[in-house]
């Protein structure tokens, strides 16, 4: 916790950003909101001021933070007319904690940098029990002098907290990050489609491997999700989704090949088709389950 109440702007507070600035404001900071539509009741009952604009969120803050969807989003919210960039005056510090484009977070970056003001990128994972329980791993890219100025407040949320290098390597950082989450949650599906195909009990069979090197959190989480059919979001599809689309972008301009990246896309892409995409990524298994005309739970 940082020694003194800081006045700190937030951007987006859908579901991770809620909890997320939620923890902030429980430190004692002062925060500055704005987000598209109504303010969570738990924020609007709080300390925050609730801004009408980005804008007179940057003019009141030093230390802004952001978490919106998608690179556009990141964009727009910077560099609308009354965006971000609009209201900042030199020496105050921009985070963005949305997980984006690493080529694009660089050229934000830069015109932030013109402006007389630092840019951390700092997209996280954890989904939303780790947004409410402040137990994220935070991924960050920038300057190690504003990291160590901002470190304080990511405490605050998160329990895991890496400078992996400049900007545009956070965002890196969670990219790859999304291929592995998303591999593991295509081999748990498998394996746990098999199991129950095969006539075991897969809630048995997930608490043996649970004891072995197979254990992981994707097993334990989600595994326990495809058992029990609840796909209520953590982390949406069409999420994981726009993160994997960041992977095989990125890869085919470096000339990489991921091809269990684009199967398990292509998993994804089957599930949205099926109506999904607001689904929880643990649902991939659906698609697995069409392909074998059988369902884990049947």
Request: proline share 4%.
């Amino acid at each position: 916790m940082t020694k003194q109440p800081l006045k700190i702007g937030f951007v987006g507070l859908g579901t991770m950003g809620t909890p997320m600035a939620g923890h902030l404001i429980a430190a004692g900071h002062q925060l500055f909101v704005n987000t598209i539509g109504k303010i969570p009741p738990s924020i609007a009952d709080s300390t925050a001021t609730q801004c009408v604009s980005v804008r007179g969120v940057a003019e009141r803050a030093d230390i802004i933070f952001v978490m919106v969807p998608d690179t556009p989003d990141v964009e727009k919210v910077l560099f609308d007319e009354s965006g971000l960039a609009s209201g900042l005056t030199k020496g105050k510090v921009v985070v963005d904690m949305s997980s984006i484009s690493p080529i694009a977070t660089k050229e934000f970056a830069k015109k932030i940098n013109a402006i007389g003001c630092d840019y951390l990128d700092a997209p996280v994972s954890g989904g939303e029990v780790g947004a409410k329980n402040a137990t994220l791993s935070i991924m960050v890219g920038g300057d190690e002098a504003v990291f160590a100025k901002v470190k304080p407040l990511f405490e605050l949320m998160g329990k895991n907290i890496t400078l992996v290098g400049g900007n545009g390597d956070g965002q890196t950082a969670k990219v790859a990050n999304q291929i592995i989450v998303a591999l593991n949650i295509e081999a748990v599906a498998e394996a746990l489609l098999f199991a129950a195909r095969a006539g075991a009990d897969p809630a048995k069979v997930r608490a043996a491997l649970m004891g072995g090197f197979a254990s992981s959190r994707i097993l334990e989480v989600h595994g326990e999700r495809m058992i029990k059919r609840t796909f209520d979001p953590g982390f949406r599809i069409e999420l994981h989704q726009k993160d994997l689309n960041l992977a095989l972008s990125s890869a085919r301009a470096l000339g990489v090949s991921l091809p269990n990246t684009a199967t398990a896309q292509e998993l994804f892409n089957a599930c949205s088709a099926h109506g999904g995409k607001g689904w929880d990524h643990s649902a991939m298994v659906r698609a697995l389950e069409k392909l074998a005309n059988f369902e884990i739970g049947g």
